[in-house]
Each structure stands twice: as C-alpha cells, then as structure tokens.
C-alpha cells in the first residue's frame, strides 16, 4: 500500500516550457487535491476533484489544468511556466470530505 | 471567503513543558478540521481530524478541540519532546463543498532539550 505517490521529486524548468506532476494513489479514495506551498506559508489549493471525471478551481487556479480520467490518478499540468510558479507542490487525497487528507512527499518545482 | 490564522507563527519552548497552539476561522459553517505536522523538507502528515459534531479528540499526548460557534481549534501537546518540534498546520473543510480545503500558515515550534 504505497499511498500517495507524486512524481517526479525534484524538477527544473525554463520559462515558457510545459511539464505534468504526476499524482496517483492506491486506496480508492474519491476525493484528490492539488495544493502549492511558497516559503513560511500554508498550503493554497489550486484544483481539487471529488470523483472520476469531476474536477473543480481552488484558490488559484492560473496556469494549471487538471484532468480525473481515473479515481487513481489526477495529473497537474502546467501550460507555459512562469517564474511565480516556483514552488514545492503537493497532492492531497481522501476516502469522501469527512475523511483525513493523506499528503505526497511533495514536488519541489524550480522555473528559471 | 474562508480564512485561517495561527498564532503564534513560531513558538520556542522547554523539553517538557505542555503548550497550546492556537487556530481560528472565519466562516463557522465547517465540515471538519484537520490538524498535520511538517517536518522540514517533508509532507504533512495528519495528527487529528474533528468533525464538525465533535467538541475534541485526543491522540496519545495530543488533544484537539474545537468551538465551531467562536471559530476557534487548539492543539494541546502534553510533556513536549524535542522530538515534537516541527510546523504545525490546521485546515478546514467548508460544510457547504467539502471537496475544498483552507490552511493556516502554521506554527513552527522548537522544542529545546
């Protein structure tokens, strides 16, 4: 039962170019998350989906898409990267909303 | 929209003493709450999850509680460990779409030996 797992670990991009995190987990939980956490502070959610096929805004969305083709796995793209989007990220999953969150080991994202 | 503040933002303290750590919300109308620790560099790991219904939970040294109506959680931690020291998020669920969460930025406590 390996949980949350996000890959890659460690990334380094260039401005302007595209990347997907990868985020899959193995409990069969409805509900995913996808959350970025910037220096000294919290984590804010950028998408997050309750199911299959259902996916939602958070926070700040602007520049991410997110796709659910399966309840494993809830990939996050960036479309064009910018500087601002440097960041460690983190996916989130839970069996329903009532639920705890489990976390990732997280993704440290460099865009020079 | 929903905020979450935690104070005190970082909290220095001796091997053990029991202390509070402190997390209020705006909007009263929440699903759950949901306290994590964060070691430096890692993932959050889940502590304690109160739903709405419940007044406190408690975890070995932990306890949490929660007062929907003032929009108020502490998280107690009894004879602190240097090996307790770490940051401390809250987050919490709104009733109306549970599928959101919002976090506070955190507690980071040092626990001196």
């Known amino acids: 039962n390996a949980g949350v797992t996000q890959t890659p670990k460690f990334q380094v991009l260039k401005t302007g170019q595209s990347m997907t995190l990868q985020c899959a987990q193995d409990?069969?939980?409805?509900?995913m998350s996808w959350y970025r956490q910037d220096p000294g502070m919290g984590l804010r959610l950028i998408h997050y989906?309750?199911?299959?096929?259902?996916?939602d805004q958070g926070e700040v969305p602007n520049g991410y898409n997110v796709s659910r083709s399966t309840t494993e796995d809830f990939p996050l793209r960036l479309l064009s990267a910018a500087p601002s989007q440097t960041s460690v990220y983190f996916c989130?999953?839970?069996?329903?909303?009532?639920?705890?969150?489990?976390f990732g080991d997280g993704t440290r994202l460099s865009i020079l | 929209k929903q905020e979450v503040t935690q104070i005190p933002a970082a909290l220095s303290v001796p091997e053990g003493e029991n202390l509070v750590l402190n997390c209020s919300f705006t909007d009263s109308a929440i699903y759950n709450l949901q306290w994590f620790r964060q070691d430096p560099g890692k993932g959050l790991t889940s502590l304690l999850l109160?739903?709405?219904?419940?007044r406190e939970q408690t975890s070995g040294r932990l306890n949490a509680s929660l007062d929907k109506s003032s929009g108020r959680s502490t998280l107690y931690i009894a004879a602190s460990q240097p090996g307790d020291s770490a940051t401390y998020l809250c987050a919490v669920r709104p009733g109306t779409n549970a599928g959101k969460s919002t976090f506070g930025d955190g507690t980071t406590l040092t626990v001196k030996p």
């Open positions: 409990m069969n939980h409805e509900y």
């Open positions: 989130a999953s839970s069996l329903t909303g009532g639920w705890p969150q489990h």
């Open positions: 989906s309750v199911g299959a096929g259902i996916t």
């Open positions: 109160i739903q709405s219904s419940q």
